[in-house]
T-cell receptor, first 113, second 115 residues
C-alpha cells in the first residue's frame, strides 16, 4: 500500500543553520509528492511539490527533489529563520481514483534566535 | 480570494451526542476531501466528493460517520453517537479537480472534543 515515513522530531536548530527533514515513501506507480507546513495556530499550507521523478520543488528558500531510485523527497533549506518554526508534513497523492493524500506524521521544527 | 472555511472552529460535546461539522470550499472547486488529524499525527483521509456524490468513503472509520454535499459546494460531516476516540481535528480540503499533482487547499479545521 501507500505510505509516507518522516523523520521524527522535534528538530531544534539555531538561526541560519542548515535544515534537512527526511521523507521516504512507498507507493504504487508514480505519485506526486508534497510538503505542507503548519505554522502555530494556522492551517496546512502547501510549501512545495513535485510531480515526477527528478523534479525539484522550491519555495521560500526550501527545496526538495523527487528521487525515484531512493523513493525519497527530503526537505532542505540552507539557512533557517525563527519564522520557519512550524510542523512540516510530507505527503503523496495516490495515482488514480481519488488522488487522496497520504501524510507522514509530521516533523516539528523549532528555530532558536 | 476566500479560502476554505470550516465551522465551528471548536466543538465540545458529550459522549453519545450527535455533531455536524461544516465545510465551505473555495468557490468553483469541484473536489472536496475530509481528513482527520489526531494529536501528533498527520491527517488521515476520510471521504472524497467529486461534485455532489461521495466518490470514495473508504476512510470513514465506521457507520457512525456520514458526510453529504447536496449541491456540490458546502459539505457537512456528521458524527452520530460520538465517542471519546472521535476527538481530533477534522480538516476539509478542496481542489479545482483531481489528477496527479493537483494541490489541495486546506481549511483551518474543526477541533472536536468528546467528553
Amino acid at each position: 500500500g501507500n505510505s509516507v515515513t518522516q523523520m521524527e522530531g522535534p528538530v531544534t536548530l539555531s538561526e541560519e543553520a542548515f535544515l534537512t527533514i527526511n521523507c521516504t515513501y512507498t507507493a504504487t506507480g508514480y505519485p506526486s509528492l508534497f510538503w505542507y507546513v503548519q505554522y502555530p495556530g494556522e492551517g496546512l499550507q502547501l510549501l512545495l511539490k513535485a510531480t515526477k521523478a527528478d523534479d525539484k520543488g522550491s519555495n521560500k528558500g526550501f527545496e526538495a527533489t523527487y528521487r525515484k531510485e531512493t523513493t525519497s523527497f527530503h526537505l532542505e533549506k540552507g539557512s533557517v529563520q525563527v519564522s520557519d518554526s512550524a510542523v512540516y508534513f510530507c505527503a503523496l497523492s495516490t495515482t488514480s481514483g481519488t488522488y487522496k493524500y497520504i501524510f507522514g506524521t509530521g516533523t516539528r521544527l523549532k528555530v532558536l534566535a | 480570494g476566500a479560502g476554505v472555511s470550516q465551522t465551528p472552529s471548536n466543538k465540545v460535546t458529550e459522549k453519545g451526542k450527535y455533531v455536524e461539522l461544516r465545510c465551505d470550499p473555495i468557490s468553483g472547486h469541484t473536489a472536496l476531501y475530509w481528513y482527520r488529524q489526531s494529536l501528533g499525527q498527520g491527517p488521515e483521509f476520510l471521504i472524497y466528493f467529486q461534485g455532489t456524490g461521495a466518490a470514495d468513503d473508504s476512510g470513514l472509520p465506521n457507520d457512525r460517520f456520514f458526510a453529504v454535499r447536496p449541491e456540490g459546494s458546502v459539505s457537512t460531516l456528521k458524527i452520530q453517537r460520538t465517542e471519546r476516540g472521535d476527538s481530533a481535528v477534522y480538516l476539509c480540503a478542496s481542489s479545482p479537480g483531481t489528477g496527479g499533482g493537483i494541490t489541495q487547499y486546506f481549511g483551518p479545521g474543526t477541533r472536536l472534543t468528546v467528553l
